[in-house]
């Protein structure tokens, strides 16, 4: 009974180690006051789907539910929305690295001592990282960015709470010290 404990301690710990873990990147522009921004309009750009090759990593409906949760994010940080005079500028990127492994299945012939066949097989790793900015409007210097590996292929009821989640995430590194009301608080109290 004891050797099954310390297999199943053993097993845990290695699960636990292999575990994915989330560390968001960020950084942002030491010489900007956040304070004073009031304004802007998010990068209509960023709502175009850049990787064809996987449509079930970025899609029009991946890239709304991102662009949604930025619009809120940076609501709930006491900007507001203006398309005619944005002082900032919000967006996101998608970006997807793929990493093809090789792995060789070599069969021995305990007859003849020797490899009787080596297949290799091929398995190809994909990995995504989701980048949130915000931007000066008019010198398009970048102000702030944060970043966070990511798994978009997710069923569509879990991509919205899980999309929303990361970029909360990546907001809470926004150097903004004035915040303004939630927007879902707002709805509540209409």
């Known amino acids: ?3 099954h404990s310390i297999i199943y301690g053993f097993l845990l710990l290695l699960l636990y180690n292999c575990a994915a873990t989330t560390e968001v990147v960020y950084d942002y522009n030491l010489n ?6 009031d304004t802007y309009v998010l990068c209509i ?4 789907v850049e990787h064809n090759d996987y449509p079930q990593l970025d899609n029009d409906q991946v890239r709304r539910i991102i662009g949604d949760a930025v619009a809120e994010e940076m609501e709930s940080k006491a900007h507001r ?16 690295s793929e990493e093809t492994v090789e792995f060789k299945n070599c069969e021995h ?6 490899w009787e066949e ?6 190809t790793y994909e ?3 989701l980048i949130v900015y915000v931007a000066d409007f008019e010198t398009n210097d970048v102000l702030w960015h ?3 590996l990511c798994d978009l292929n997710k069923a569509k009821r879990k991509l919205e709470p899980y999309i929303k989640g990361l970029v909360n995430d990546l907001f809470d590194t926004y150097p903004k010290t004035q915040v303004g009301q939630n927007p879902d608080e707002r709805k509540m109290v209409q």
């Open 109 to 114: 012939s305990e007859q003849l001592e020797y």
């Open 118 to 123: 080596c297949k290799i097989h091929l398995e």
């Open 146 to 148: 944060a970043s966070v």
């Open 45 to 48: 750009g960023d709502f175009a």
């Open 127 to 129: 990995e995504e990282t």
């Open 1 to 3: 009974m004891r050797v």
């Open 32 to 37: 900007v006051d956040f304070n004073q921004y």
């Open 81 to 96: 929305t203006n398309v005619l005079s944005p002082q900032l500028q919000a967006g996101f990127r998608i970006l997807i």
